[in-house]
């Protein structure tokens, strides 16, 4: 069975806990390896504005955050799964590390 990257609910970048700004379910590879996020539970909890979308350190405005989740993804993925760079490779398209 595959699980969720982080099993609490806060946020991965700042630990809120989204009283203040609500949190969203975030994939961590998205567009066509959306689904593949989802099958191997590789999401995490982002705030909504300041976080997710619309801040500057956000993981859809800035490109340092992408890169870090995408890397925090790899490893979750290679880890919980046993696969070697290759491996991963072949399922997310490149490697992030």
Not at 36 to 47: F, I, N, R
Not at 63 to 86: E, F, V
């Amino acid at each position: 069975m595959h699980r969720q990257t982080k099993q609490t609910e806060e946020c991965w970048l700042c630990g809120a806990n989204g009283a203040s700004d609500p949190l969203d379910r975030h994939h961590i590879f998205g567009g066509p390896y959306r689904k593949k996020s989802e099958k191997y539970g590789l999401t995490v909890y982002l705030c909504h504005n300041s976080c997710h979308i619309f801040g500057p350190f956000s993981a859809h405005q800035n490109k340092d955050t992408a890169k870090k989740l995408h890397q925090y993804g790899q490893r979750i993925a290679m880890s919980q799964n046993g696969w070697d760079t290759q491996k991963f490779i072949q399922e997310f398209g490149k490697n992030y590390l």
